[in-house]
Structures are given as C-alpha cells and as structure tokens.
C-alpha cells in the first residue's frame, strides 16, 4: 500500500523520560540505514573483490517550522536542545501516524540542531540523530 508522506513521522522521548511524542511541526523526516563491508579480497579472487558484512549504522534527521511555545503532546527544540547539552541519549520510533505495517524503533544522541528564520520566511529547526546500538523492526 503506498500512503501519503506526511503520514510518516519521528516520534522522540523526552529527557524526563516517559512517553516518546512526534516532534513538533516537522515537515521532513529521513532514516538512513548503512552498512561497512569487510574486504576478503586475495589473489585467488580472480580480479575481483571479495566481500564480508561487516558493521552496521543509522541516522536519522528531520525538520520543521519552529515553535517557541510547546504544543502539548509533541517534542519542541527546547527538549532535543536539552538532550544535545546533556549528552543524552534519545529512544525514537520511526513510523506511520496510523499504525500500519511496522515501527522501527532504536537509541541515539543529538549531533546537530539548527535553527534558523530569513527575513518574511518562516523560522524552522532541522535537527540529525546518530544511531547507537541495533535498530528494532516490529509489525503492527
């Protein structure tokens, strides 16, 4: 089933703990899973390479339209402001806002958060998450 793109969020836990909710205003979210290879390559390879999986990582990243009042339910830039100060890890699930298919759900840390307004343009925050530790797919 193909479904609409704005159907798509990234829900964040607050640094107080508790219930993750969807960051605030967003209008982009993006998952990038990647994974190393090894090179085995030796002169029995025939001129060609041979290869091994090696480790596997993720990022995520997102932007929006910025806030400076927190909209209740949602995660607003004060709170990944706060995580990235701290050094906090965050929980996030990435998935539908109607639960279909599957979550995919994982730990990161903060490691870029902008925000920035052009003269008569909307202000907006972008933020990036680096991985740590496996991703979880689970069926809904």
């Known amino acids: 089933m193909i479904f609409n ?3 798509l969020i990234l829900k964040v836990s607050p640094s107080s703990g508790g219930v ?16 190393d290879t090894i090179d085995i390559s030796t002169k029995d390879s025939a001129g060609f390479r041979d290869l091994l ?13 910025m806030d400076f009042e927190a ?7 004060a709170e990944l402001f706060d995580q990235m100060m701290d050094r906090t890890a965050v929980s996030f699930t ?3 806002a109607t639960p279909a298919g599957y979550t995919i759900t994982g730990d990161g840390f903060i490691t870029s958060l902008e925000i920035s307004g052009g003269t008569e343009d909307a202000p907006t925050y972008s933020c990036s ?9 689970t069926a809904v």
């Open 129 to 137: 998450i680096e991985g740590t530790g496996a991703l979880t797919k």
């Open 53 to 65: 999986g090696g480790q596997k990582s993720f990022s995520l990243s997102a932007d929006g339209l």
């Open 20 to 35: 993750e909710a969807k960051l605030m205003h967003s209008q982009n979210v993006s998952l990038s899973i990647n994974a």
């Open 5 to 7: 793109g704005t159907d």
């Open 71 to 77: 909209t209740a339910g949602d995660t607003d830039v």
């Open 94 to 96: 990435f998935a539908l």
